[in-house]
């Protein structure tokens, strides 16, 4: 008999008896995707320091801790999502990666927000890593999809998308897709500025679930 047929027999013979069927539940309830964000820095690491003191580590993490509430809210927990930190602490890249390796992730996006000496600067860019790995492809699509989107729907200039050595991604890639998001330039004033807003921030979030159920 295969295993196939032998599962069917124990789901009748249960349902048959009407007990109580742990493997029954586990069929009717898909597995949900696993989705680990990643908000850069930390503690003492602030990560960009932009216009009127504006921190990158406070930023993305108030953007993740949105992307949790409006999956409750508006997607009906439709993903299980992990942040990689909830709170201003600082946990290393390698325990970042270790997290979402161990939690079984299929889909790691790290947030970070840019910085530069010109003022003028401006624009998100996604990055994918540098290395070859098993889900270079799928990260490179995820990659595309996400800067398309927040070029098309927050009106954002697309940088593009980019190829790194980044720690976070170089221990990803052979796991599950990953990318690296650079939100906008805390060193530009229109864009500082729309992230001080808290409603940007809801559509930031909105976009990233929204283009994370097409995957
Ligand atoms: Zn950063």
């Known amino acids: 008999m295969t295993q196939f047929k032998v599962l069917i027999s124990i789901i009748l013979v249960l349902e048959l008896f009407g007990l109580p069927s742990p493997v029954l539940a586990q069929i009717n309830q898909p597995r949900k995707q696993i989705i680990v964000i990643d908000p850069g820095h930390g503690g003492k690491d602030f990560g960009a320091v932009g216009i009127n003191g ?81 889900y270079s492809q799928e990260s490179i699509l995820l990659a595309y999809d996400l800067q398309k989107g927040l070029k098309e729907n927050l009106g954002f200039k697309s940088r593009g998308v980019k190829f790194a050595d980044f720690q976070v991604l170089r221990e990803t890639v052979n796991c599950f897709p990953s990318v690296l998001l650079e939100l906008g330039f805390l060193s530009n004033k229109e864009e500082k500025q729309f992230v001080c807003d808290s409603e940007n921030l809801d559509s930031y979030a909105y976009l990233i679930l929204n283009h994370l159920i097409k995957e």
């Open 54 to 134: 504006i921190l990158e580590k406070d930023v993305v993490l108030k953007i993740a801790k949105q992307i949790i509430e409006l999956n409750e809210t508006t997607f009906n927990n439709q993903f299980e999502i992990y942040l990689t930190r909830y709170m201003d602490t600082l946990i290393s890249l390698g325990d970042r990666t270790k997290l979402a390796k161990k939690l079984k992730a299929n889909i790691f996006i790290s947030f970070h927000c840019n910085h530069s000496d010109n003022p003028n600067a401006r624009g998100v860019e996604v990055y994918v890593s540098k290395k070859q790995g098993k």
